[in-house]
């Protein structure tokens, strides 16, 4: 019935944007894009936006100096530790160089700078902890060389980061953490064989995809949306211009069609368009699983301001009672099932393969997209932990807790999915006023 409420739109969106438009129903789960939509932009995302805008959720703890563990990073001009050494005081080369770092310098910076009031409180903050079914690294919160972020301070955007520094990291994250044989190349990846045509490629792994069990399937699938949902984030937060006096940042409707046009990317762009409402399922998901915990008496979200912490309780759990009323939610029961030894096997290889695209997430050389991607990567990962961690029903030696880093990171990234969507409305209007 939603497919035909908004029938008459959803044609008038194709002809003006067919490459960016998708529709119907998602694969592996019962429900459709337009009701995503619809929820999404209507009910979701305001109230995800005003809880992200209190303190409990805007402070993120994290460690941005920690070595990549898989290959020596090169010193990417402006992005690690600007330095150029040039040869000659007077070449122009060297300083066109410079004056390249400098731009791209302050593009990644990451501003860390918090009042003293702000910094004594935090460290006040209650925690809790949980080794149990742990799908991302928590070593942050705990390392000496750690800090507070407030994120509101450093929004996702383009920072010049791009090209193959860049794809070096999502290359990692997909030859090696998806399951994949290297004999089957990803399409429109850097390491694609120019041996056969692309479209040869691009049947082939889907023909390899399609083989997998519905896990490995979802695995890539949320791997692929959160690269398209980052994609979004630094197309819709361009830097336009860049005057001495002011930088305007905006959406580049070029770039996004860079990264989603059905033909500019061989047919890809839809693909991974449609792998972004997968994702936002997941993590929906988990928001209604935590609601029991988030219910209990005992669970605080503790700035040390008793009236404000009982509001943002009561506005995460609005949140959550919202996200339950979403009448097509993803069955979680369909992943893991079937015989025991070997689901729980299957599990434990998700697990660790998630645990290590957490890791690849330091070797990032923005510190502005190393901040974002570590963020929406543990959040996706306490997304995983609570899907299928126990209740609390169940026994208290098993019952699934949530600190707080594990919660900011899970409700900052639905956030940044949830813009992801509404960011796609605004391309379409967009690309409409273009035609």
């Given at each position: 019935t939603s497919c035909n409420h908004h029938k008459a739109e959803k044609n008038k969106s194709y002809n003006i944007c067919p490459f960016c438009f998708v529709s119907g129903e998602l694969d592996d789960c019962h429900c459709d894009v337009e009701s995503i939509d619809r929820f999404n932009n209507e009910l979701l995302f305001p109230k995800l936006q005003a809880l992200l805008q209190t303190d409990y959720f805007r402070f993120y703890k994290v460690n941005l100096n920690k070595p990549c563990p898989f290959w020596t990073s090169g010193s990417h001009c402006g992005l690690r530790d600007c330095t150029v050494k040039p040869c000659s005081p007077y070449s122009a080369e060297v300083n066109s160089e410079l004056d390249k770092c400098e731009k791209s310098e302050a593009l990644g910076a990451v501003d860390v700078s918090l009042s003293d009031e702000t910094r004594e409180a935090l460290k006040n903050w209650t925690k809790h902890d949980d080794e149990a079914q742990r799908f991302c690294l928590l070593d942050d919160e705990w390392c000496p060389d750690s800090q507070y972020v407030d994120l509101l301070l450093n929004p996702e955007r383009f920072t010049g980061y791009k090209g193959p520094e860049a794809w070096k990291i999502w290359t990692s994250i997909y030859e090696e953490n998806c399951f994949k044989p290297f004999t089957v190349k990803r399409p429109l990846s850097p390491l694609y064989s120019s041996g056969r045509s692309e479209g040869e490629g691009s049947r082939a792994f889907y023909t390899w995809l399609e083989g997998q069990c519905v896990e490995k399937r979802a695995f890539y699938r949320l791997i692929s949306g959160l690269h398209a949902s980052i994609s979004i984030h630094l197309s819709a937060r361009y830097l336009l211009s860049d005057e001495w006096f002011e930088k305007r940042w905006g959406p580049n409707v070029s770039e996004f069609r860079s990264r989603f046009d059905s033909e500019l990317t061989q047919g890809e762009g839809p693909k991974r368009l449609r792998n972004l409402y997968f994702l936002f399922l997941i993590e929906l998901r988990a928001l209604v699983k935590a609601l029991p915990v988030v219910k209990e008496g005992s669970f605080k979200l503790f700035t040390g301001q008793p009236q404000e912490d009982c509001r943002n309780k009561e506005r995460l759990l609005d949140l959550?009672?919202?996200?339950?009323?979403?009448?097509?939610?993803?069955?979680?029961?369909?992943?893991?099932?079937?015989?025991?030894?070997?689901?729980?096997?299957?599990?434990?290889?998700?697990?660790?393969?998630?645990?290590?695209?957490?890791?690849?997430?330091?070797?990032?050389?923005?510190?502005?997209?190393?901040?974002?991607?570590?963020?929406?990567?543990?959040?996706?990962?306490?997304?995983?932990?609570?899907?299928?961690?126990?209740?609390?029903?169940?026994?208290?030696?098993?019952?699934?807790?949530?600190?707080?880093?594990?919660?900011?990171?899970?409700?900052?990234?639905?956030?940044?999915?949830?813009?992801?969507?509404?960011?796609?409305?605004?391309?379409?209007?967009?690309?409409?006023?273009?035609?």
């Open positions: 959550l009672h919202t996200a339950r009323s979403f009448p097509l939610h993803f069955n979680e029961t369909s992943l893991f099932a079937g015989d025991e030894t070997e689901a729980a096997k299957l599990k434990e290889d998700v697990r660790l393969a998630f645990m290590n695209i957490s890791r690849i997430m330091d070797c990032v050389e923005c510190f502005k997209c190393r901040l974002w991607g570590k963020l929406q990567t543990q959040g996706l990962g306490t997304a995983l932990k609570i899907l299928f961690s126990e209740l609390p029903s169940s026994p208290p030696s098993s019952r699934l807790t949530l600190n707080r880093q594990e919660l900011v990171a899970l409700v900052n990234a639905i956030g940044r999915i949830s813009t992801s969507i509404k960011e796609l409305q605004n391309f379409r209007e967009l690309l409409a006023e273009d035609t």
